[in-house]
């Protein structure tokens, strides 16, 4: 397995059997162009391997040229393609074959027979390297295909993730994630472990307090709670390797878990790189962070209201709940910063029914 950005891919076709495949295609191409010389169109950057390769088996003379278009964001195709680089000589009358390393929904073929067309080429065919016939919707044909796939999502030989893994000379396959594990962030005040109880009984996720991970090993004398203890009776922050110990051994209580909601941690961009570093050894990743924005003097208002009925001192005062916001801002505005970098903050408005709020958040879920 390996990991490319935020993303796992498991080993799926072999170099031997990439090999193979391309032999295949070069003696069909060899035996069709016999007495041509065509000009191999190679849509970069992901055919340049498979053209290259083919270019070198083929027996006559031969030219290339390329033309690069985009379709793709990430793993997903935008649908509309895009060209990039448009064809660098004139093609009129002559014999062409596009060289592209995988065909799955035809829309970059499809926009390139139509420059073709405008072009008033004598002849041209499709060699593919990998050909997904579920995908597949347009009415021309494939007339050169290495290997038919699944839907799924490869990088190796020319395919890339984000640039990414186009070197590797085997294929692989995106490993699907099995856990949703999304990061609750929130004011104090702004109804934050209502709604925690609220989605992991939804998704049937574990949440994973801070707090209650720190009282629990504390409570029953746990080596980590011992030890988180001896630095709090010191006045000393716990550092971050024995917070980060005490979440590891809750998810691993958990391993059968459909994933985690993580709340009050991480809270350091050094403890939010030790998470993703964790659950990349697990082959997962958090999924995204999620933060109730809610406007600070209208939280001010309800903790004060809050600490008339409830008794804690710490909602009684003005300027300790003001401090509270600060640190709250300090510390998330680091943690926005980490997973904004990762496309993976989403800020949630945080005003109105819990019901109005949970909705809101489901709906960023639901796309995670």
Excluded: W
Excluded at 123 to 138: E, G, N
Excluded at 181 to 188: D, K, S, Y
Excluded at 254 to 269: E, L
């Amino acid at each position: 397995m390996i990991q490319l950005q935020d993303l796992f891919f498991q080993k799926f076709i072999s170099k031997a059997e990439v090999k193979g495949a391309v032999n295949d295609v070069s003696l069909k191409i060899n035996k069709d162009y016999k007495e041509k010389s065509p000009v191999f169109l190679i849509v970069l950057n992901g055919a340049f391997f498979f053209g290259a390769d083919i270019i070198k088996k083929f027996d006559g003379t031969c030219e290339m040229s390329f033309v690069k278009v985009n379709s793709y964001e990430g793993t997903e195709s935008k649908g509309a393609v895009s060209t990039v680089m448009g064809l660098d000589t004139t093609l009129k009358n002559r014999d062409v074959i596009i060289v592209e390393d995988i065909v799955d929904s035809g829309n970059t073929i499809e926009a390139i027979l139509k420059m073709l067309k405008q072009e008033q080429v004598k002849s041209c065919k499709i060699a593919t390297m990998f050909y997904k016939p579920l995908a597949f919707k347009k009415n021309y044909p494939i007339d050169y295909v290495g290997m038919e796939i699944e839907n799924d999502f490869i990088v190796g030989y020319g395919l890339d993730y984000n640039e990414l893994g186009r070197n590797l000379s085997a294929i692989y396959r995106l490993k699907p994630r099995k856990m949703k594990n999304i990061v609750l962030f929130g004011p104090p005040g702004a109804g934050k472990g209502t709604q925690a109880e609220y989605l992991k009984v939804k998704y049937n996720l574990v949440h994973i307090s801070t707090g209650d991970v720190f009282r629990y090993n504390i409570k029953n004398e746990t080596k980590l709670g011992i030890l988180a203890k001896s630095y709090m009776d010191n006045g000393d922050l716990v550092p971050d390797e024995v917070t980060i110990e005490m979440l590891k051994a809750e998810v691993e209580k958990n391993n059968d878990a459909q994933g985690f909601i993580f709340d009050g941690f991480p809270r350091t961009h050094s403890q939010a790189a030790a998470l993703d570093s964790f659950l990349a050894e697990k082959g997962e990743g958090i999924n995204g962070m999620v933060a109730l924005e809610v406007d600070e003097n209208l939280l001010v208002e309800r903790l004060l209201q809050r600490g008339e009925t409830s008794g804690r001192a710490d909602d009684q005062d003005e300027s300790k709940i003001r401090n509270r916001f600060n640190e709250y801002k300090t510390k998330t505005a680091v943690l926005k910063d980490y997973y904004e970098d990762q496309n993976k903050y989403f800020g949630i408005q945080g005003v109105g029914s819990i019901e109005e709020v949970t909705e809101r958040l489901c709906k960023v879920i639901d796309n995670l």
